[in-house]
């Protein structure tokens, strides 16, 4: 609608103008714009003049019903009815069609437990996913972690310690052969070697000479010393926990991309632009000198002991990203505090690479604060693990609803929920009594929504789309209407919380309707049923996109 008002602008004034149509209080209308505004100054009229004339030739139009002046030009327009019903079934346009992207989130490191941070990126990129899928990529999902570096040699000095020796036959003996139980385990031996790397010297010595040794099992393929086969196996440990993790919280699992395999390709990299002098030696490190006037800061790409720093990792998955999917676009999601460093290492890869310039976006999220407001450390062991949080949302899930095979779908619903509707980048308040709630904005309210009025369906005999609109079905059939601009502002700039948004307003409409019109045994029931099932499907379709089940009863 807003090219055929661009059209028919163009037609009356030989002006090509980009008309945006809002949506105004439904008493206003169904659309509304204000491009006569826009014309007054180029054309040099009164902006009401020029909103007559296009609301002449709109009239013409049989899609619109009636078409009126407000203020000093702004233009209404309502829309016959099956004009409105061709609405509800609209789709979104494909924004992303064709295109190759990469989009990279989660990223766990391996000998370390998801926390809640894991979960929020995990669960908003599985949802952005789903976004630009339905616009049309090629979409592929990745992920990015550490299974070397310092992190790691705290671990494996803690499983030493803990194991009282190299053993790696003892692993089996200490721990249950589950995915969660495993890398509890595993947390807590770096929890213990990231104390003693912190309260003896020695300690510290020790992990940092294990740290090189670590590196080296990959450089010379051992899998056979005791501590290279404890250090293989943990790992193998680790990544079946990511699997798990994703299972149990139903998203599609990634390529995960291990720092193991992106240093290598990183430090070749580094190699050859330290030969054309894009980097520097400093003090026996290796760095990227930044520029104050476009405030980038100095970064250190190779320490002065030899080892390649993150930076060198990021730069290495993000050659074998390209290589491996030729990415049109790649998309990056981590948490706030890693703003500044990202535009180091893209102006980095920018530099290096001149192609990648304006192919890579950096989006970033706040922090998950629960009632106490602190944001915890992993080092000290005290951070919430995400299996925490679904833990306590479970349980409180089983006190409110009966039907216990049901608790798994709402726990996700709620959580996915949840984060899904605080906009992208500030700080994500985590209420559980909100989280869980069958009465407000939440994902559970959305569900049982969904279960009630299926449960109106399956009271009448029979009902098909509907094909005319009667006075009381307006306001509701406008707002089904407006699902497909909702999904496409969403996949525009993947921002779920719209989706969010509309499908707590669609339940509250509906729940107006549905007070004031009979459905089963009335004269329209037939007609009414088709309205409720039309809402149904668009309610499931929304929570499909966020990753929550529909459930037919509940």
């Not at 019903?65 to 789709?91: C, K, M, Q, W, Y």
């Not at 069609?97 to 908003?124: D, W």
């Not at 001149?354 to 407001?373: C, I, R, S, Y």
């Not at 349980?395 to 906009?423: M, N, P, S, W």
Request: charged share 25%.
């Amino acid at each position: 609608m807003e090219d055929k008002v661009s059209q028919l602008v163009k037609a009356l004034f030989d002006v090509d103008v980009s008309v945006v149509l809002t949506r105004p209080d439904p008493q206003f209308g169904d659309y509304a714009t204000n491009v006569a505004m826009q014309l007054a100054k180029p054309l040099g009229k009164n902006p009401r003049e020029i909103a007559e004339q296009i609301a002449e030739s709109l009239r013409e139009n049989e899609d619109f019903s009636e078409v009126s002046i407000a203020g000093p030009g702004f233009i209404n327009i309502r829309l016959a009815d099956a004009a409105l019903l061709a609405l509800t079934h609209n789709n979104p346009r494909p924004l992303y069609e064709g295109r190759n992207i990469v989009f990279e989130y989660s990223c766990p490191n391996a000998f370390k437990e998801l926390h809640t941070g894991h979960l929020y990126q995990t669960v908003f990129g599985d949802i952005a996913s789903r976004l630009m899928l339905v616009g049309g990529a090629n979409l592929q999902r990745t992920s990015f972690g550490g299974d070397v570096g310092l992190h790691v040699a705290k671990c494996l000095w803690g499983m030493v310690a803990e194991l009282q020796g190299e053993y790696p036959e003892k692993l089996d003996t200490v721990v249950a052969a589950d995915a969660f139980a495993r890398s509890r385990w595993i947390s807590s031996c770096y929890v213990r070697g990231a104390k003693a790397y912190e309260d003896d010297a020695k300690t510290k010595t020790d992990i940092d000479e294990l740290n090189k040794t670590i590196y080296g099992f990959h450089a010379s393929d051992d899998h056979s010393s005791p501590l290279a086969q404890m250090y293989w196996t943990t790992r193998q440990w680790s990544f079946d926990y990511f699997d798990a993790f994703y299972k149990l919280i139903d998203v599609e699992t990634m390529r995960y991309y291990p720092e193991s395999q992106t240093a290598p390709v990183g430090m070749e990299v580094v190699k050859a632009q330290l030969e054309k002098g894009l980097l520097k030696e400093s003090d026996g490190a290796i760095v990227f000198e930044g520029d104050e006037s476009k405030h980038l800061h100095t970064r250190v790409f190779v320490t002065s002991k030899g080892l390649p720093t993150y930076e060198t990792k990021d730069i290495g998955v993000i050659w074998m990203e390209k290589q491996d999917y030729n990415f049109e676009h790649r998309y990056l999601l981590t948490g706030n505090d890693q703003k500044e460093y990202m535009r180091v290492v893209y102006a980095a890869a920018e530099a290096f690479r001149p192609e990648l310039a304006g192919t890579m976006t950096h989006l970033t999220n706040g922090t998950v604060k629960f009632a106490d407001g602190k944001k915890m450390s992993s080092r000290l062991g005290n951070v919430t693990r995400a299996l925490d949080v679904i833990d306590i949302v479970r349980e409180k899930v089983g006190e409110l609803v009966e039907d216990k095979t049901l608790i798994d779908q709402i726990t996700l619903g709620a959580i996915k929920y949840a984060f899904a509707r605080y906009k992208l980048g500030g700080d994500i308040a985590f209420d559980i009594e909100e989280t869980v709630s069958l009465q407000g904005n939440s994902g559970p309210y959305l569900q049982y929504a969904h279960a009630r009025a299926r449960r109106i369906l399956e009271k009448v005999d029979s009902y098909g789309a509907p094909s005319v609109i009667y006075d009381e079905d307006r306001v509701l059939v406008r707002k089904l209407g407006e699902y497909a601009e909702v999904l496409e502002q969403s996949i525009r700039t993947l921002e779920p919380h719209h989706i969010c948004n509309y499908l707590f307003e669609l339940a509250q409409e509906f729940n107006r309707y549905y007070e004031k019109n009979q459905v089963a045994g009335n004269e329209r029931e037939s007609h009414r049923a088709g309205i409720v099932a039309l809402y149904t499907d668009t309610l499931a379709a929304g929570l499909s996109i966020l990753g929550i089940d529909a459930p037919e009863k509940m």
